[in-house]
């Protein structure tokens, strides 16, 4: 990836991305958060004014329609355990790229390194 440029512990891999690389990714994020604005909220000049920010009353959040392998349970209550296993499936994973950056801040050695001696 990148011509194979970005090298050296992760923490020290943002700064070794090639600009280009942040203006796609900006247009990318921007689009698809247009998207999601059109399908999860009401038109600004539909909306009275002591509610700003008004959600549809159909939408639910994180829901855009985009299910192309039919995982999404019809069932409420198991949409609702699958949301929440989901949700702490992701914070676990921040907690632990966190640790994976804290070690490679404390002895610069990546994770891989580590597993290798």
Known sequence: LF?????????????QVPNGFWILLT??????EQYR?????????????????LLRPEYVPGDIG????????TDPDELLT???????????AMLAAAGFMAQELVDGKGIVEHFMG
Not at 27 to 32: E, F, L, Q, R, W
Not at 67 to 72: A, I, N, Y
Not at 82 to 92: A, D, F, T, V, Y
């Open 3 to 15: 011509g194979a440029k970005v090298g050296a512990p992760a923490i020290t891999h943002l700064g």
């Open 27 to 32: 247009i990318a994020i921007g689009a698809s």
């Open 37 to 53: 604005a059109s399908v999860g909220w009401v038109e600004p000049e539909n909306v009275p004014v002591d509610q700003p920010g």
């Open 66 to 73: 985009f299910d192309p392998l039919g995982l999404k349970p």
């Open 82 to 92: 699958m949301q929440n296993k989901e949700l702490q499936n992701g914070r676990l």
